[in-house]
């Protein structure tokens, strides 16, 4: 039963166009989203984030949006470049155990940016 | 640079054959976990450690076992692999798993095949 999903498993864009990743969750009790980007042969790193009392986050080129009564979240990435080419999970935090918090990922999705 | 280090990169082991993964931080964090990833899927947790509190998640199955000897590493036993559990081994810590925004810092994996 996946709480995070992330339906496309593939995206492909042209360089400087607008890069659009999508992620759906199903449980009400998460409070918080990440995003985080794998390179080939490396760990997951951290990209942006948003906090479930927001809409919206900026970072440079990187800005997350939520819908919290649609349980979607949305990743854009304008201008897109080749560098930015990777798999981006969906990452959601909730309170397990009352004291812990915990991340569920999505599956991810690959982004290919072509120059 | 402070950072997560995983050892071996590449490991090969035989059905039923112990082995036994390693992980190092720099960053002095309270919190480490273990994640399995397996092909085009999600990250799973498999447990983690708050300091020197052992917490497993609750469909890990007993095969797996882990270690924390002191802050800075954590280890990951299969007492007995089997071919399932072929996969990526993902470690990663968080300055405090009890602040709800829970970022994650990854090690680069180690990759287990079991022949």
């Known amino acids: 039963d996946q709480q995070v999903k992330q339906n496309s498993p593939s995206l492909s864009v042209q360089e400087g166009r607008i890069s659009i990743l999508n992620c759906d969750y199903t449980?009400?009790?998460?409070?918080?989203f990440l995003w985080y980007k794998k390179y080939p042969a490396e760990g997951p790193t951290f990209l942006i984030s948003?906090?479930?009392?927001?809409d919206k986050n900026e970072d440079g080129r990187f800005t997350v949006f939520l819908n919290k009564s649609a349980k979607h979240l949305s990743l854009h990435i304008v201008p897109s470049q080749p560098g930015d080419s990777a798999v981006y999970f969906c990452?959601?935090?909730?309170?397990?155990?009352?004291?812990?918090?915990?991340?569920?990922f999505g599956k991810g999705t690959l982004l290919t940016v072509n120059p | 640079d402070a950072m997560v280090i995983q050892n071996p990169r590449y490991q090969v082991t035989q059905f039923g054959k112990p082995v036994t993964l390693s992980c190092s931080q720099t960053?002095?964090?309270?919190?480490m976990y273990w994640y399995q990833q397996k092909s085009s899927q999600a990250p799973k947790l498999l447990f983690h450690?708050?300091?020197?509190?052992?917490?497993n998640e609750a469909d890990t199955p007993d095969n797996f076992q882990s270690r924390r000897p002191n802050t800075s590493f954590c280890f990951l036993d299969i007492r007995s692999p089997g071919l399932g559990d072929a996969a990526m081994y993902l470690c990663?810590?968080?300055?405090?798993?009890?602040?709800?925004?829970?970022?994650?810092?990854f090690g680069p994996g180690t990759r287990l095949t079991v022949l």
């Open positions: 990663a810590t968080s300055r405090d798993g009890q602040d709800y925004y829970n970022e994650q810092f």
């Open positions: 948003i906090s479930s009392i927001k």
């Open positions: 990452a959601a935090s909730a309170l397990y155990g009352g004291s812990n918090y915990k991340l569920t």
């Open positions: 960053l002095n964090h309270n919190v």
């Open positions: 450690y708050y300091d020197k509190d052992f917490n």
């Open positions: 449980n009400s009790m998460f409070d918080y």
